[in-house]
């Protein structure tokens, strides 16, 4: 489970399973009579069929996106579709409010994000 938590596959113990298992298919675990190993093809293109290659700015920038596309969606949706950590979001979308790149319109509940093209 450590290197899970490492990975940000999991926040908590056992939290991350489900995510895996959006992400790939069962076929990544190897399961035998003492121990369960799991090969993650790195080859494989995440985020929903976008490539993705790791930096803060890519980061952001599939955030702006996907809020761009639902502006509405929840920081756990946003987490969920990202494969990145709740805590993660919290530091994207904290940043992006900083910067002036995305604005919260209405409640947290009901309200929006409204992103400021500059």
């Known amino acids: 489970m ?6 940000g596959f999991v926040e908590q113990l056992g939290s991350g399973m489900s995510r895996i298992l959006k992400a790939y298919d ?6 035998s009579e003492h ?15 976008k490539s993705y290659n790791g930096d803060e700015n890519g980061d952001e920038k599939l ?5 761009m596309k639902q502006p509405n ?15 993660k979001i919290s ?8 910067s002036g790149k995305i604005i919260r319109i209405g409640s947290d509940r009901k309200g929006y994000w409204k992103i400021n093209e500059k």
Do not use: W, Y
């Not at 450590?2 to 990975?7: G, H």
């Not at 069962?26 to 399961?31: A, L, M, R």
């Open 2 to 7: 450590r290197v899970f938590k490492d990975l």
């Open 26 to 31: 069962k076929s990544i675990f190897q399961i």
């Open 35 to 49: 121990f369960i190993k799991a090969v993650f093809p790195f080859d494989k293109v995440m985020n929903n069929g």
């Open 63 to 67: 955030v702006l996106k996907m809020l």
């Open 73 to 87: 969606i929840t920081a756990k949706e946003l987490s969920i579709l990202s494969s990145f950590s709740m805590r």
């Open 91 to 98: 530091r994207i979308v904290k940043r992006l409010r900083e």
